[in-house]
């Protein structure tokens, strides 16, 4: 078993998933990093009509930097944004109606943390794809950790390096194929072969 330190992300990339899901990996999250700006931690990326389409959570400036402490804004119903984001856009794809229970239910309360709104997420999206992979939080922050660092490895401003195959998307006539968006795009675009697909990254 390989020891991996992961950031804990909203409806995270698909590539985040390859590296979670893979049962050699033992997973820890990372809770006491200091909150970086313009990351997964607080944003997913879609496929919307005009193109990629980011959904980002608004969080709380109080001065405060630890990940696990960060809360989450309401002042603007962001929420309701999201869920019409992903409706409008999934609606028309092949498992979105199998799934929107489901994925409705992560915008239904409201979490105090991001982190605790984003644990939910991936716990949600385990339900879909039928999988129980176990995982731990962190005690501390540790700067050059022990175990295999990918608190820096996925970032919305860089393209994926991760290889992976084209899959149906719904827009793709328009923007052609575009890779490693939120798992939310492959669960709705591949459904049941979500899984598979997911342990083929490379």
Same mark, same amino acid.
């Given at each position: 078993?390989?020891?991996?330190? +992961?950031?804990?992300? &909203? ?7 390859? #590296? ?13 990093e200091s909150f970086p700006k313009q990351t997964y931690r607080n944003?997913?990326? $879609? /496929? ?8 980002? $959570?608004? $969080? #709380? ?37 199998? /799934? ?8 239904? *309360? ?13 716990? $949600? ?5 039928? *999988? ?17 660092? &990918? ?15 084209? &899959? /149906? ?14 798992? +939310?795009?492959? #669960? ?7 899984? *598979?697909? #997911?342990?083929?990254?490379?």
């Open positions: 078993m390989k020891n991996v330190l +992961l950031p804990a992300f &909203y409806l995270p990339p698909i590539s985040w998933f390859s #590296i979670f899901l893979d049962s050699e990996n033992e997973i820890l999250f990372e809770q006491f944003r997913t990326n $879609i /496929y919307g009509a005009n193109g990629k389409l980011s959904l980002i $959570i608004p $969080i #709380i400036h109080n001065g405060n930097r630890e990940f696990k402490s960060t809360e989450i804004s309401y002042r603007e119903d962001w929420m309701d944004i999201h869920w019409k984001s992903i409706k409008n856009m999934y609606q028309s794809s092949p498992y979105f109606e199998y /799934y929107e229970d489901k994925l409705k239910g992560l915008y239904d *309360t409201k979490e105090k943390y991001l982190l605790d709104f984003n644990l939910k997420s991936i716990d $949600i999206v385990q339900k879909i794809l039928k *999988t129980e992979k176990a995982y731990s939080l962190n005690d501390e922050y540790i700067k050059f950790p022990k175990e295999i660092n &990918y608190r820096e490895n996925f970032s919305p401003k860089k393209p994926s390096e991760f290889e992976m195959e084209q &899959y /149906y998307q719904i827009f793709e006539d328009k923007f052609g194929f575009l890779k490693d968006l939120s798992i +939310l795009d492959l #669960i709705c675009n591949k459904g049941p072969e979500s899984t *598979t697909y #997911i342990k083929n990254i490379k």
